[in-house]
């Protein structure tokens, strides 16, 4: 933990720019693009996303361990380890009845995760971007359809967090199918009614 922990403050960390999120390059799938999230297993038919009658957003995994920097500079590939193999192992599951919305993000390092103070910092960079893509989401593709929140690990921390800033007690509620966010502990008092 201490060899792979930033060395520097959250404040010292250099910091790329927000991505612009109408742009293609600025999403890992998007239901207009040939991706990994599009494979499917050899013996299913390969259907079209835009056919879909429901959207899923999904927040990948971490997939950054640095301790260059507390978040990924987006225009390196520094410290990224299977940056691509995720979206058809985890994202791909969703493409028999969902139209797949996966954004690129400034995700913190894994060792955030062990750092209350920097770490936090760094994982409220990285849920800028969430909610930055996930509003260019709703006001660009989503058009009323039913929506899925999945993630994974620290995508299922952002998750949970684009659940309450988006959906507790807001119009866009009626529109949440379900939530799929594993690979992260939440305590019962972060569990609330959507």
């Not at 709703?138 to 800033?165: C, F, V, W």
């Not at 799929?180 to 569990?191: A, E, H, R, T, V």
Request: charge should be negative; include cysteine.
């Amino acid at each position: 933990v201490w060899y792979m922990t930033p060395s520097h403050s959250f404040e010292q960390s250099p910091k790329s720019k927000q991505l612009d999120y109408s742009l293609v390059t600025s999403w890992f799938s998007l239901p207009e693009i040939n991706d990994d999230a599009d494979l499917i297993l050899k013996k299913l038919t390969k259907e079209v996303q835009e056919t879909k009658k429901a959207d899923v957003f999904f927040v990948h995994l971490t997939t950054y361990v640095s301790s260059n920097s507390w978040n990924h500079d987006l225009n390196s590939e520094d410290g990224i380890y299977d940056e691509i193999n995720w979206l058809s192992s985890q994202a791909s599951i969703f493409n028999k009845c969902c139209r797949i919305f996966s954004p690129r993000y400034r995700q913190a390092t894994l060792l955030s995760f062990f750092d209350k103070g920097n770490g936090l910092k760094a994982r409220d960079l990285a849920f800028k971007d969430i909610l930055a893509s996930f509003d260019h989401y709703t006001n660009k593709y989503n058009d009323g359809r039913p929506i899925i929140i999945a993630g994974h690990s620290q995508g299922a921390e952002l998750g949970m967090r684009l659940l309450y800033e988006r959906f507790h007690n807001k119009p866009l509620r009626d529109q949440l199918v379900i939530t799929n966010i594993p690979g992260y502990m939440f305590s019962s008092k972060d569990l609330l009614e959507v």
